[in-house]
Nanobody, 115 residues
Framework: QVQLVESGGGLVQPGGSLRLSCAAS????????MRWYRQAPGKEREFVAF???????NYADSVKGRFTISRDNAKDMVFLQMNSLKPEDTALYYC?????????WGQGTQVTVSS
């Protein structure tokens, strides 16, 4: 049993910043890779960022240099620091992990970038 809950979304102006959080409960995810995905209206869900159990990271080209994924294994949390936000970043953001044979997703947190 794993539950993921995202928070930290909101309305922000272009160029602004937000920090998203994903809290896990049910079991420790310290040995699991974590990912952030997002889904904008009318678009398919897309990969945003990845972090391994030891802190190695990868990013989608669209957010590279602006977003930073991090984790606090002691707290079973993962974060997404989003800087220089653009209107095209507007989406519902989800955290994700995989524990065989189940993919776990949070409920999502809405990020809206608009002036």
């Amino acid at each position: 049993q794993v539950q993921l809950v995202e928070s930290g979304g909101g309305l922000v102006q272009p160029g602004g910043s937000l920090r998203l959080s994903c809290a896990a409960s049910g079991r420790s995810l310290r040995n699991s890779a974590m990912r952030w995905y997002r889904q904008a209206p009318g678009k398919e869900r897309e990969f945003v960022a990845f972090i391994s159990s030891t802190g190695s990271t990868n990013y989608a080209d669209s957010v590279k240099g602006r977003f930073t994924i991090s984790r606090d294994n002691a707290k079973d949390m993962v974060f997404l620091q989003m800087n220089s936000l653009k209107p095209e970043d507007t989406a519902l953001y989800y955290c994700n992990t995989y524990i065989p044979t189940v993919y776990y997703w949070g409920q999502g947190t809405q990020v809206t970038v608009s002036s």
